[in-house]
């Protein structure tokens, strides 16, 4: 039962260019959205996080978007960069940031060319 | 500040065989969270230790376990090894039973045949 879904295995984009990363979910208990970067051979690092009580978040370059009668969330990185290539994983959580269970999607592998 | 850290890296087991990874934990953090990560998935959260003692599991068997030291530091050991436990372990560490803080280390990938 794969309560947290990101549809596309990968994106590539150029640089310069947005890149957009979507996440579905199923459970409507996740009151709280992070999404984590990775990169080979490294654990996952926080990029960005957003509360059910909001509707977007932004922090520099990164801006996540909620929807919560969609159940849908999406990462919009203005503008993309070959740094940036890396997977992209969503994750929420239940019961807020008091409690430290994370469910996550499967990723998105996201690509920039130069 | 040192990060997390887990050993080791990589390691090769028999289907059958026992197997203890370990996770030291971020300065300042008392609490450290365990994820198995499968080839093209994303991380599954397997348990939390918090002052020493499991606070939450995932839909893991008990052949799963873990320690908790007083330094905060961890093991996961998991027994009779099966092909599919080979996987990507990760650990975090953090403050509280929350996210604050919430840091992963870089994983030991387990592999067995």
């Known amino acids: 039962d794969q309560q947290v879904k990101q549809n596309s295995p990968s994106l590539s984009v150029q640089e310069g260019r947005i890149s957009i990363l979507n996440c579905d979910y199923t459970n409507s208990m996740f009151d709280y959205f992070l999404w984590y970067k990775k990169y080979p051979a490294e654990g996952p690092t926080f990029l960005i996080s957003?509360?059910?009580?909001?509707d977007k978040n932004e922090d520099g370059r990164f801006t996540v978007f909620l929807n919560k009668s969609a159940k849908h969330l999406s990462l919009h990185i203005v503008p993309s960069q070959p740094g940036d290539s890396a997977v992209y994983f969503c994750?929420?959580?239940?019961?807020?940031?008091?409690?430290?269970?994370?469910?996550f999607g499967q990723g998105t592998i996201l690509t920039v060319h130069p | 500040e040192t990060g997390v850290t887990q050993s080791p890296t990589h390691l090769i087991k028999t289907r059958g065989q026992q197997v203890t990874l370990r996770c030291s934990s971020q300065s300042g953090h008392n609490t450290v969270s365990w994820y198995q990560q499968a080839l093209g998935q994303g991380p599954q959260f397997i348990f939390q230790?918090?002052?020493?003692?499991?606070?939450g599991r995932g839909n893991f068997p008990p052949r799963f376990s873990g320690l908790q030291f007083p330094n905060y530091s961890s093991e996961l050991n998991v027994n009779a090894l099966e092909l599919d436990d080979s996987a990507l372990y990760l650990c975090?560490?953090?403050?509280?039973?929350?996210?604050?803080?919430?840091?992963f280390g870089s994983g030991t990938r387990l592999t067995v045949v």
């Open positions: 975090a560490s953090h403050l509280g039973q929350g996210i604050y803080g919430y840091t």
């Open positions: 230790y918090y002052r020493e003692e499991e606070n």
């Open positions: 957003i509360s059910s009580i909001k």
């Open positions: 994750a929420a959580i239940a019961g807020g940031t008091s409690y430290g269970k994370l469910t």
